[in-house]
């Protein structure tokens, strides 16, 4: 289920200008709007970008509902006009998206690393289970084990990949390399090289977020001074 964050710097003059060149109260501007974005959780990108899309595809949104005497395509003028939609050559834009839903974008690369993490770990534990009911025991901490059905490390190989990047990046980069070898039948002499070698800067570039490394001191995320 998806959602939307809305900031009471909404209530401000921005609000006002806006309502006033819709032609509507500042309740209705505020409902449209809060209409427009939940509209634009599923059109949107992380950026706020409508590819696509044109001002008639946004009217057509917010049409519905709308009191008798409001003109939707108006009322994307005035958007436009006070800045809550931005125009970039022939791309629409929802202005600000990437700060004020930050908090869905972060939930949701969240989840999808729960999720990584989770499968990565019941391959581990399904191959150490294998193991013992075979009369194996658990590989020593200096010898290699099976950390996904193709990935073999380590366990002070995996523990040095999680204290420079983070737990959650390591078991990404063996979920990564591990659907890579099976999908390919690729063979590595050293599974910790090849992730070092290519999977840390494929899983930077395309999850940048899973990257945890480690930081002197810290710095708490609070909203820039914008006007909303």
Request: net charge negative.
């Amino acid at each position: 289920m998806a959602w939307i964050s809305v900031h009471e710097q909404v209530m401000g003059g921005k609000l006002h200008r806006f309502a006033k060149r819709a032609g509507c109260s500042k309740k209705e501007a505020l409902g449209i709007l809060v209409g427009m974005w939940l509209w634009g959780i599923n059109n949107a990108d992380a950026v706020g970008r409508l590819d696509e899309m044109d001002k008639s595809d946004v009217a057509d949104a917010i049409s519905s509902g709308l009191s008798e005497g409001l003109v939707p395509s108006k009322i994307v003028d005035a958007m436009l006009d006070i800045g809550f939609l931005d125009m970039d050559g022939d791309t629409l834009y929802i202005h600000d998206w990437e700060i004020w839903q930050k908090q869905w974008y972060d939930f949701q690369t969240k989840k999808r690393k729960d999720a990584d993490r989770k499968r990565v770990e019941r391959h581990r534990k399904r191959f150490e289970e294998e193991a013992l009911a075979n009369g194996q025991e658990r590989p020593a901490g200096g010898d290699k084990k099976e950390f996904a059905p193709h990935v073999h490390l380590t366990q002070q190989q995996f523990d040095s990949l999680a204290e420079e990047y983070g737990t959650m990046a390591a078991n990404k980069f063996v979920y990564v390399l591990d659907e890579y070898k099976g999908r390919t039948n690729k063979v590595y002499h050293d599974d910790y090289s090849a992730i070092l070698k290519w999977v840390v800067e494929k899983v930077s570039k395309e999850d940048p977020a899973a990257i945890q490394k480690k930081q002197v001191g810290g710095s708490k995320f609070s909203i820039p001074e914008v006007e909303f």
